[in-house]
């Protein structure tokens, strides 16, 4: 058997990868954050297979699950929001497999700042303005922040920032980041980006606070900052397509 680690998306249930959704079709047993990953995602599993939502399990908990559907020598698939490999949780559950001889993989999915941007059109790389975007967080009682990873160094690049799992801590980003972009720097808010009910709302660090609390984010959002949001406009063209650029497909 194999344990299949997938990252279903954002939330709508057309977002998710071809494979990841052919793992789910044929898997024995669906363990999904439920949180996280509306229903509607695992509902083409297979009739009779159980798909149990992890929400209110520990570590523990599920590893034994994992354990038992292997001893029945069954394929488990494990459905964690957007693309696993950016706060998905799966490094302690790959340790605890890695230990006991349980074998898995893992399916990228589309992850949160991605969708965002798509949502709004928006390309987070623009020539001459911005050809970074840093994704990072702020401490929570979940995860801590590493020393080295400050936001205000990050600020400094001036790069596209993408904070994801954040929104509790809006007044100390607002804080931080103002003085080194200034209060006019484009912030936007995601709230349960591509889902039925998704909203947005945009502004500066000026007001972004504001506007958020007043639109009732308190979770399940992702916040943008950056000065490439809205300069679009101002932007230079990349010289991929320009006529005079010659490449290997294009003399």
């Known amino acids: 058997m194999t344990v299949s680690f997938i990252g279903a998306g954002p939330g709508a249930p057309d977002l998710i990868t071809l494979r990841g959704l052919e793992r789910i079709k ?11 990953v509306p229903e509607e995602v695992v509902a083409q599993r297979r009739d009779g297979v159980d798909a149990i939502d992890t929400a209110p399990m520990d570590l523990d908990a599920i590893i034994a699950k994992i354990e038992d559907a ?15 490999s950016i706060y998905g949780a799966i490094a302690e559950q790959m340790r605890r497999l890695d230990a006991i001889g349980i074998p898995y993989e893992v399916v990228p999915g589309v992850p ?14 623009l020539p001459n303005i911005v050809q970074s975007v840093v994704l990072t967080r702020v401490s929570s009682r979940a995860s801590a922040m590493p020393p080295s990873e ?34 006019d720097c484009p912030a936007i808010v995601g709230h349960r980006v591509s889902w039925p009910d998704q909203a947005f709302v945009a502004g500066t660090l000026a007001d972004i606070r504001d506007k958020t609390i007043a639109a009732g984010f308190k979770r399940t959002a992702l916040i ?6 809205t300069a679009a406009a101002q932007a230079g063209e990349s010289r991929l397509y320009a006529a005079e650029h010659t490449r290997y497909l294009r003399e």
């Open 224 to 229: 943008l900052v950056g000065k490439g949001l």
């Open 70 to 84: 292997h001893a029945k020598g069954w394929n488990v698939a494990r459905v964690h929001s957007g693309d696993p």
């Open 112 to 125: 949160a700042f991605a969708a965002m941007a798509a949502s709004l059109n928006l390309e987070l790389t």
């Open 150 to 183: 400050d936001l205000a160094a990050f600020a400094r690049t001036g790069a596209t920032i993408a904070l994801h799992l954040s929104i509790a801590g809006l007044d100390k980003i607002v804080a931080e980041l103002t003085p080194i972009l200034g209060a």
């Open 26 to 36: 044929t898997a024995d047993l669906v363990l999904y954050a439920g949180s996280l």
